[in-house]
């Protein structure tokens, strides 16, 4: 599932997670930003450390860290229910280093799975967002994400079941295709 890497963004490139990578995930579920929207994953390393090596076993998931140009762990991007027989896929995306949001560098880090999900095969991606996550909304739009439907009561949060968009995006051919097309 590593295959390609990293992948190059304009300001950022996406890298396999490693294992060292894991508190600093942990550390952004400090922030109730992170949690507000992107929900609380993992009490701690350790749980952590579980849902990495089950990633790593499994061909329907991928998680990518975000790194800056310096090398700097931003945040993650994720493909979950990676459908092979439709060729599509769920993202979810964090920049959990607050310092880092609101900088374009998400919308770049969006494009850049794009392209890796495309050169994995893939010809769709999907998204849920809380439908009052605006900094969410404005920045999957920027990175070429189409409102698809509203989920009603799509999501338990702490202050009760909220309204979910299901956001969808086209990829474009995988570079093989694209080479196989034009010789
Ligand atoms: C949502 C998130 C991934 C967006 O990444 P980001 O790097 O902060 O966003 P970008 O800077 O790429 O934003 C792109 C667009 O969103 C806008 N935006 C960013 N932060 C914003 C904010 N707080 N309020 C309003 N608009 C905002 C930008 O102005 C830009 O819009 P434009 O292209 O129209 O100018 C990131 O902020 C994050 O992880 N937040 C916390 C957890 C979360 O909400 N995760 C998503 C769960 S679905």
Avoid: K
Wanted: proline share 4%; aromatic share 6%; hydrophobic share 45%.
């Amino acid at each position: 599932m590593a295959s390609g890497m990293p992948i190059r963004g304009r300001r950022v490139a996406l890298t396999p997670l490693a294992p060292s990578d894991l508190p600093w995930l942990v550390g952004w579920e400090a922030d109730p930003e992170v949690t507000r929207f992107a929900g609380r994953r993992f009490r701690d390393t350790a749980e952590a450390l579980a849902w990495w090596r089950a990633v790593q076993a499994d061909p329907r998931r991928a998680a990518l860290a975000i790194r800056t140009a310096a090398g700097r762990l931003i945040g993650d991007v994720e493909l979950v229910e990676i459908n092979w027989v439709r060729r599509e896929a769920e993202v979810r995306i964090r920049i959990g280093d607050r310092a880092h949001r609101g900088q374009g560098l998400g919308r770049d880090a969006l494009e850049a799975a794009a392209r890796y999900a495309a050169d994995l095969g893939l010809r769709q991606l999907f998204l849920r967002v809380d439908v009052r996550n605006v900094a969410a909304l404005r920045c999957y739009r920027a990175a070429g994400f189409h409102r698809r439907a509203r989920l009603r009561a799509g999501r338990r949060r702490a202050e009760g079941v909220v309204d979910m968009y299901l956001m969808v995006r086209l990829l474009p051919p995988a570079a093989r295709e694209r080479r196989a097309v034009h010789g």
